[in-house]
């Protein structure tokens, strides 16, 4: 087995957060009262309950780092997710940065950050 990382973020609901992730093409690996995980691919997002998050202070985040980014945000965009620059779920277009990588970023359901880097 290869290194690896998943991200630990926070739910309110892992109902609902199974169903935003699921438009997006992931699916539930594993799911207890305490954790739940889902999968896309070569990406896992875990999640823990947090039923008295406020989206608005959230500080929780993550890097998808991934092979075609616009591809990504295409399929982000074609499920609805808007783009727009307060509340959430949201998305902000991928933009070239001065290091040469293309980043964007989707904000969930429960205000954690997701950014969505493609190296160059």
């Given at each position: 087995?290869?290194?690896?990382?998943?991200?630990?973020?926070?739910?309110?609901?892992?109902?609902?957060?199974?169903?935003?992730?699921?438009?997006?093409?992931?699916?539930?690996?594993?799911?207890?009262?305490?954790?739940?995980?889902?999968?896309?691919?070569?990406?896992?997002?875990?999640?823990?309950?947090?039923?008295?998050?406020?989206?608005?202070?959230?500080?929780?985040?993550?890097?998808?780092?991934?092979?075609?980014?616009?591809?990504?945000?295409?399929?982000?965009?074609?499920?609805?997710?808007?783009?727009?620059?307060?509340?959430?779920?949201?998305?902000?277009?991928?933009?070239?940065?001065?290091?040469?990588?293309?980043?964007?970023?989707?904000?969930?359901?429960d205000?954690?950050?997701?950014?969505?880097?493609q190296?160059?």
């Amino acid at each position: 087995m290869s290194d690896r990382a998943t991200p630990n973020l926070p739910s309110r609901s892992f109902e609902a957060t199974a169903r935003f992730y699921a438009a997006i093409g992931f699916s539930e690996s594993w799911r207890d009262t305490g954790w739940m995980i889902l999968k896309r691919g070569g990406l896992t997002l875990e999640f823990f309950p947090y039923p008295d998050l406020d989206p608005a202070t959230s500080s929780f985040g993550s890097c998808l780092r991934l092979a075609d980014v616009e591809g990504f945000y295409a399929e982000l965009v074609a499920a609805g997710i808007p783009e727009k620059t307060s509340g959430w779920p949201r998305l902000h277009r991928p933009k070239r940065e001065a290091w040469g990588g293309l980043v964007g970023a989707l904000i969930d359901p429960d205000g954690s950050l997701l950014r969505l880097i493609q190296e160059p």
